[in-house]
């Protein structure tokens, strides 16, 4: 299910952006707060953004940039790109 396909809500978006960067990335998804950081808790490094980027475009269905990322650095920040780019 993509977000922009079916209307979701806000913590449906939410859950289903911890679960698949959960799983593509190996991680803990309770590990995947809001305050937490998203390049250490993900262990991001330039290649993955772009693997990240190509997991938002395939899960929710939005398009997202490198340069997006520029102001991002913990979930929290991501969570309300991805809300702007939703338009929720």
Do not use: C
């Not at 806000?10 to 190996?26: A, P």
């Not at 250490?40 to 990322?69: A, R, W």
């Amino acid at each position: 299910m993509h977000a922009n396909d079916v209307k979701m809500s806000w913590e449906e978006v939410i859950e289903e952006t911890r679960d698949f960067l959960s799983e593509e990335f190996e991680v803990d998804r309770n590990l995947i707060l809001p305050e937490n950081s998203l390049k250490e808790t993900l262990d991001l490094d330039s290649l993955d953004y772009v693997d990240l980027v190509v997991l938002i475009e395939e899960n929710l269905n939005i398009k997202i940039t490198g340069e997006d990322f520029k102001e991002i650095v913990t979930f929290g920040d991501f969570y309300q790109l991805v809300r702007k780019k939703l338009n929720l």
